[in-house]
């Protein structure tokens, strides 16, 4: 399937050229028309993540657990497949090519419904994927598309519970917002990462400017980027001014409390809205704080329970935050940006999960399987 | 708590009193009823079920995984409380001391709400818990009961997605359905169980003839008691007449096709629905197929996906069963009255799911629990 798309990538570009031209007229922004366009690269890019896919160990089958109770029965915990996955997504025709991937190595079914900017991408991408896997006996139907763009189109898929097992919204927060509120299906919800950075009063200052540093500049659109850093009081004057520095220097605007400007000279006064934002931008929100205590109870208030880190060599403070910050993922001494399926050694991710039912933080390839149980008996019954 | 429910019996016996008198007044069904008595014994029965979750292991905290990155990363994949579960029920008040028990021992806060029918025998044992709760420094509001049995209240409290992070509706079908539909917290379901055993033409006979007795007259009131026999065509003639006489004599009614009459004698003849019905009563439906293939096929057509078996000495035909039967629990020469927690040694449990997200068969505490990742690092930055 990787090859087919590199062999088709000039159809694949033909109609991206189809769809980037509607864009264009209908004024489309320049970042949703980057995340839009497909270029031999890119498409090299989607068959080199089919590759990595390919070469996982497939989840389906391994044994969870084994229990044998003491009537002889013998209790096999097995991973197998959800069943039918419904992918919701927006503009970006890569995530056609991954979702086929994941979906189909993992055992499931998937039906595709991507947004209309985009929708000639991603026929053409799925007519590609499908075909092949035809030509290699995966059943017919195991993959779909949905190439109508109506919406009401979605509304009926979304209640049809008992022929789809899950739907995944992979998009913005308010497309995942709506298939949330209307579906009858289980959903897995990606919401926003308001990922913090706690720079503790035992933090080595020089590790903490690196992370810090790291977490919001290094790639600030993703949802594992830094958006809020919170700093110790007795630290703070120490710490403070040459990092802000650094920021500024990298073109990061600082939003902060009258006590951050005092320190730290010319800023934006934060304003309460600021703690809720995910910026997705070259923007950070940097408050002072008394203790972890007040790290964390504003981390529980203003945050997404996405990816949250301490900084600090005190293993006290480190032990309290990582439990007592309720994130999918909870740090010390790195950076946020390590929210990744990838990073996690899962191989390949279907998104980062801010959801606690079934899946939490990176979604592999595991986290798109249930499991049944399997008994073997000798004729026991019941007393 | 549990021995605060002894030492209180006699007035949860009192209050169970004037939802009984009501009961009858209203001219509630004698098996409902049945459901809504508590009795010294039954009471007894609620605090031993306490006793033995207090001593089941801690799930809280329990490291599920462990990664080490080759950057130096630690990654602890750790066990943590779901949040707020909120258990919709109905008639039976044991529910009540069995959720606050479940949901407690798993670090979750608990919300219940009860049905109208046992409001007041609810609101004595959730106060008489709650006190004893709060005497051993259980924070406050940890359980939480709705008094009002106002159906618009349920409405509302579904709604609340950013306040409660599950349902548990447990109950009929009906109930169940209900919630599902309207429900934007996630949901888990326990649907009806119509349990299938198959007798294949490798069966062992006598064994067969025990397990399927078992499945279905041990307790046939409960999910996981057979409501469907299949059989296969070689050896029909062979085990039919004895086992439908064994039935008859236990006083199970036979519904069966055409060829089951002819070869069993006097029996109702199925109809389609009967296929779909989960009885809970002595009734049974018998079907004669001609191989596994078919078993299959109608397991998969009118079943729940809860808990099915074949009766085999074949090997080949059994793992076919058990790999291509997707239900819950699927059993090889074994009753299907032992899905059920304690039997596959999890102690206690809050139902038998039917979904494939989060939970599927028997939910213990472990299924209560979500997990979180704990990275430790040594200031690791992402390139």
Known sequence: MGKALVQNASRIIDENARDLNRAKRSGLSGALIDRLALSQPRIRDMAESLFQIAKLKDPVGEVIETVKRPNGLLIKKVRVPIGVVLIIYEARPNVTSDCIGLCLKSGNAVILRGGSEAINSNIAIFDILNKAASRHRIPGHSISIIKHTDRILVDELLKQAALIDLAIPRGGESLIREVAKRSRIPVIKHYKGVCHTYVDEGAGLSMAEEICFNAKVQRPGVCNAMETMLVNRRIAKRFLPSMIRRFRDAGVQIRGTAEVKRIAGDIRLAKEGDWYEEYLDLIL???????????????????????????????????????????????????????????????????????????????????????????????????
């Open 285 to 383: 929100s940097v408050k002072i704080v008394k203790d972890v205590d007040e790290a964390i109870r504003h981390i529980m208030k203003y945050g997404s329970y996405h990816s949250d880190a301490i900084v600090t060599e005190d293993r006290e403070n480190a032990a309290k935050f990582l439990k007592e910050v309720d994130s999918a993922c909870v740090y010390v001494n790195a950076s946020t940006r390590f929210t990744d399926g990838g990073q996690f050694g899962k191989g390949a991710e279907m998104g980062i999960s801010t959801d606690k039912i079934h899946a939490r933080g990176p979604m592999g390839l595991e986290e798109l399987t249930s499991y049944k149980y399997i008994v073997y008996g000798s004729g026991q019954v019941r007393k």
